[in-house]
Nanobody, 124 residues
Framework: VQLQASGGGLVQAGDSLTLSCAAS????????MGWFRQAPGKEREFVGTMRWSGGSTSYADSVKGRFTISRAENTVYLLMSSLKPEDTAVYYCAADSGSTIWSEVKNVARYIYWGQGTQVTVSS
């Protein structure tokens, strides 16, 4: 699976921004398409994920109600609204092998395919 992320930029607090992740190659119906982020000096953290087929989603508590993951054809989107300065980070899309059980979907180690990051900067 090859992943290409795009859509980052500089926005103001309260703004919305949508990131895109174009997927190519073999995806299974059970493949998880996840979004992660990494701020300077911090570990990469889970943002949200969606099952390729069926649309089941899971979000980090810090973004729940503000961020939404959706899919259209072979592109997965991360719609971010009510952005805060603490959302500033490099955002990555990732995919697993299709074998992750639901209780493990937030585990970064379960994701084996990664796109390049895209910078999101939220100014106050």
């Amino acid at each position: 699976v090859q992943l290409q992320a795009s859509g980052g930029g500089l926005v103001q607090a309260g703004d919305s921004l949508t990131l895109s992740c174009a997927a190519s190659g073999r995806t299974l119906s059970r493949t998880l398409m996840g979004w992660f982020r990494q701020a300077p000096g911090k570990e990469r953290e889970f943002v949200g994920t969606m099952r390729w087929s069926g649309g089941s989603t899971s979000y980090a508590d810090s973004v729940k109600g503000r961020f939404t993951i959706s899919r259209a054809e072979n592109t997965v989107y991360l719609l971010m609204s009510s952005l805060k300065p603490e959302d500033t980070a490099v955002y990555y899309c990732a995919a697993d092998s299709g074998s992750t059980i639901w209780s493990e979907v937030k585990n970064v180690a379960r994701y084996i395919y990664w796109g390049q990051g895209t910078q999101v900067t939220v100014s106050s």
